[in-house]
Nanobody, 126 residues
Framework: VQLQASGGGLAQAGGSLRLSCVASGDTFNWYVMGWFRQAPGKEREFVAATRSSGIGTAYADSVKGRFTIFRDNAKNTVYLQMVSLKPEDTAVYYC????????????????????WGQGTQVTVSS
């Protein structure tokens, strides 16, 4: 089982990027897929999550209204569309997955995810 994240890069403030995370195997209908990020010297933090049905999403307050998480089950892929980027969005972004049910109130917890991608760097210049 592997998660492969891509789509990071350099963007100007106010710009946009779309991250992709492709899941291997036949387990894509995992209960929760999420995106986290980690800036230098900081702890990994929750960005967004979506449940297997695609119904039910959650976002960190810092990205609400700017980022959208969605999934394409046919392509075994979950996306993070990021618009109105800010320099403080600069970080390594990781996708993560959990195959089993999780209380919606816990989707922001790093420790509740079982599988992680390798990370993709997002840099936003001012």
């Amino acid at each position: 089982v592997q998660l492969q994240a891509s789509g990071g890069g350099l963007a100007q403030a106010g710009g946009s990027l779309r991250l992709s995370c492709v899941a291997s195997g036949d387990t894509f209908n995992w209960y929760v897929m999420g995106w986290f990020r980690q800036a230098p010297g900081k702890e990994r933090e929750f960005v967004a999550a979506t449940r297997s049905s695609g119904i039910g999403t959650a976002y960190a307050d810092s990205v609400k209204g700017r980022f959208t998480i969605f999934r394409d089950n046919a392509k075994n892929t979950v996306y993070l569309q990021m618009v109105s980027l800010k320099p403080e969005d600069t970080a390594v972004y990781y996708c993560a997955a959990r195959p089993t049910p999780l209380n919606p109130s816990l989707v922001g917890g790093v420790r509740f995810y079982d599988y992680w991608g390798q990370g993709t760097q997002v840099t936003v210049s001012s």
